[in-house]
C-alpha cells in the first residue's frame, strides 16, 4: 500500500527566502505525482503535476522535481512571500491504483513579513 | 467560472440523520470524486465516478451512497449519521482522472453530535 509522507508539518520562514518543501512515497512505481495548495476554509489547488517520466515541473517562482528510484519529490519555493503561506499537499498516482490519488498529510507554510 | 461547486458549506447534524451533500461541476469532466479529509490529516477517498452512471468505492466508502445520473452531479448521501463522520468534505472533478489536474470545491465541513 502507498504511503506518502511530507516533512516537516510545519516551517516558519522570513519573507525574500528561498525554501524546499518534502514528499516521499513508498512504492516507486507511480503514475505521477501533483503538488496541491490549500488556504484556511478553502479546496486544495493544483499547483503543478509532474509525470513519471518527468524529472521537474516549473510554474513562476515555484518547481517541483521528482525522483522516482529514490521515493522522493521536492517542491522550491523562490523569494518566498507572506502571500505563499498556505498548507501545501502532495499526492501520487500508482500504477495500481487506478483513478486514485494518495495524499500527503501536509506541510504548513507561514512566510513572516 | 463556477469550477467545482459544494452545497452546503456547513452543517449539523444529530446522530442517526440523514442529509446529501451536493457537488456539481460546470468543466465537462468525466471523473468526479469526494474526499473527507480530518484535521492534521491528508485527504482519504471515499468514492469516485469516470462517468454518468459508473461508481466504484475508495478508502473509505461505509456509511457513505453515491449516484452520478449525469456528467455534471455527484451528491454523496450520509444515511445514518455517525460521530466518526465529522469531517471536512470535498468534491473533486478532473479531465483525465489522476492524469490531469483535480479541481476542488471549496468543502463541506460537517458535524455530528
Known amino acids: 500500500k502507498q504511503e506518502v509522507t511530507q516533512i516537516p508539518a510545519a516551517l516558519s520562514v522570513p519573507e525574500g527566502e528561498n525554501l524546499v518543501l518534502n514528499c516521499s512515497f513508498t512504492d516507486s512505481a507511480i503514475y505521477n505525482l501533483q503538488w496541491f495548495r490549500q488556504d484556511p476554509g478553502k479546496g486544495l489547488t493544483s499547483l503543478l503535476l509532474i509525470q513519471s517520466s518527468q524529472r521537474e515541473q516549473t510554474s513562476g517562482r515555484l518547481n517541483a522535481s521528482l525522483d522516482k528510484s529514490s521515493g522522493r519529490s521536492t517542491l522550491y519555493i523562490a523569494a518566498s512571500q507572506p502571500g505563499d503561506s498556505a498548507t501545501y499537499l502532495c499526492?501520487?498516482?500508482?500504477?495500481?491504483?487506478?483513478?486514485?490519488?494518495?495524499f500527503g498529510e501536509g506541510t504548513q507554510l507561514t512566510v513572516n513579513p | 467560472n463556477a469550477g467545482v461547486t459544494q452545497t452546503p458549506k456547513f452543517r449539523i447534524l444529530k446522530i442517526g440523520q440523514s442529509m446529501t451533500l451536493q457537488c456539481t461541476q460546470d468543466m465537462n469532466h468525466n471523473y468526479m470524486y469526494w474526499y473527507r479529509q480530518d484535521p492534521g490529516m491528508g485527504l482519504k477517498l471515499i468514492y469516485y465516478s469516470v462517468g454518468a452512471g459508473i461508481t466504484d468505492k475508495g478508502e473509505v466508502p461505509n456509511g457513505y451512497n453515491v449516484s452520478r445520473s449525469t456528467t455534471e452531479d455527484f451528491p454523496l448521501r450520509l444515511e445514518l449519521a455517525a460521530p466518526s463522520q465529522t469531517s471536512v468534505y470535498f468534491c473533486?472533478?478532473?479531465?483525465?482522472?489522476?492524469?490531469?489536474?483535480?479541481?476542488f470545491g471549496n468543502g463541506t465541513r460537517l458535524t455530528v453530535t
Open positions: 473533486a472533478s478532473s479531465y483525465q482522472g489522476i492524469n490531469s489536474p483535480l479541481h
Open positions: 499526492a501520487v498516482g500508482g500504477e495500481t491504483s487506478g483513478s486514485r490519488l494518495t
